[in-house]
Every structure is written in C-alpha cells, then in structure tokens.
Nanobody, 113 residues
Framework: QVQFVESGGGLVQPGGSLRLSCASS????????MGWYRQAPEKQRELVAT???????NYRDSVKGRFTISRDIAKNTMYLQMNSLKPEDTAVYYC???????WGQGTQVTVSS
C-alpha cells in the first residue's frame, strides 16, 4: 500500500498562486499514472489533473491554462502549480495513483478576498 502526504495549501486572494506537493511513500511515478483531485464542500470529489508514467499530462477544462501538474521521480514527489486562482478552486486537494490507493488527509486551498 502506498501512502500520500499532500501539502502547500493555504488562503490566497483571487488571481494568486499556490504550489501543492504530494509526497509518495514509495517510488511509483515511473509505474503508475498519478492524479490530483479536489473536493469542495458538499460536492463530490473530482479529478483535476493527471500525469501518466510517461509524463503525459491532462487537465479538466476549468483549470486548463492555469494549473500545471509535474513530478520529480527522484524525490517521489508530485506537484500542482496553480495560477490565476479563482474562488471556485476552493477545495481540499488530494493526490492518488491509478488505480487509487488509500487517501491522504489532503491540503486545504481557499481562494477568497
């Protein structure tokens, strides 16, 4: 079983930026595709961005051009650079592999003036 620890969230004004990190307990990025998810209050968890084991990325339409997913295989760490943040990006952000393993505690992102 793989464990993930998310960090880097916080309170930011609209238009601001944050970089989230996802530390994996095992070296899996060369084996599995990975994803960033988010869950807003009273909403279902949704997939935000993915990166395959070959490094191919994909994004949900609402974050295209604003978010960038990346990884450092040597550090067993994945990142989500979030720019031009909007209030609707407010959520708890999680990372996981495909197929999913156990979920971490996530990191809260709040976009508000």
């Amino acid at each position: 079983q793989v464990q993930f620890v998310e960090s880097g969230g916080g309170l930011v004004q609209p238009g601001g930026s944050l970089r989230l990190s996802c530390a994996s307990s095992r070296s899996i990025f060369s084996i599995y595709a990975m994803g960033w998810y988010r869950q807003a209050p009273e909403k279902q968890r949704e997939l935000v961005a993915t990166i395959t084991s070959d490094g191919i990325t994909n994004y949900r339409d609402s974050v295209k051009g604003r978010f960038t997913i990346s990884r450092d295989i040597a550090k067993n760490t994945m990142y989500l650079q979030m720019n031009s943040l909007k209030p609707e990006d407010t959520a708890v952000y999680y990372c996981n592999k495909f197929p999913t393993d156990s979920w971490g505690q996530g990191t809260q992102v709040t976009v508000s003036s």
